[in-house]
């Protein structure tokens, strides 16, 4: 009888134990999860921007998924951009007519996610003279806090 009680009383702690370690586990994924819907909601918001006839609510639907102190860095187009830098340049690039539905896809090819970051390598997809035609590879760092896009740091 007393070793029937042991036997049972290590297999319910063998269960907790197992049950706590796909616990932890579901954490660290469902955050990996997480970081991967942002990322890929940023893409899919600029790639509707990028279009004909999008709006300001476009851009104001891309910058509610950065975090108020967010900052680009882009150090062969001028370098670091605060929120309010990029904001504007969206909008005057929109009311140029910048975004004229040339940009076709935003292609990731490759991604690593860590804890708070993605490093992503990606090539715009265009339409030239009624042509599909890939861009280069480019390198682009996303970081996060809270599940928001703190920083991005463009290495192309």
Not at 8 to 14: E, H, V
Not at 103 to 113: A, L, W
Not at 141 to 156: D, H, Q, T, V
Request: net charge positive.
């Amino acid at each position: 009888m007393m070793k029937k009680t042991v036997t049972n009383l290590l297999s319910i702690l063998f269960i907790f134990f197992l049950i706590g370690k796909i616990n932890a586990q579901e954490i660290k994924m469902t955050h990996k999860d997480s970081l991967n819907v942002v990322l890929e909601k940023y893409y899919e918001l600029n790639l509707k921007v990028f279009q004909s006839g999008s709006n300001i609510d476009d851009i104001d639907n891309i910058f509610s998924l950065f975090t108020e102190e967010f900052i680009y860095v882009h150090p062969k187009y001028g370098g670091v951009y605060t929120r309010e830098n990029l904001y504007t340049g969206y909008k005057r690039n929109q009311e140029k007519g910048s975004y004229n539905g040339k940009v076709i896809d935003i292609q990731i090819i490759n991604k690593i996610v860590g804890l708070n970051a993605i490093a992503v390598n990606k090539r715009f997809i265009k339409k030239v003279n009624d042509k599909t035609v890939e861009g280069e590879i480019n390198m682009t760092l996303i970081e996060f806090r809270k599940g928001r896009i703190s920083k991005i740091f463009e290495y192309w």
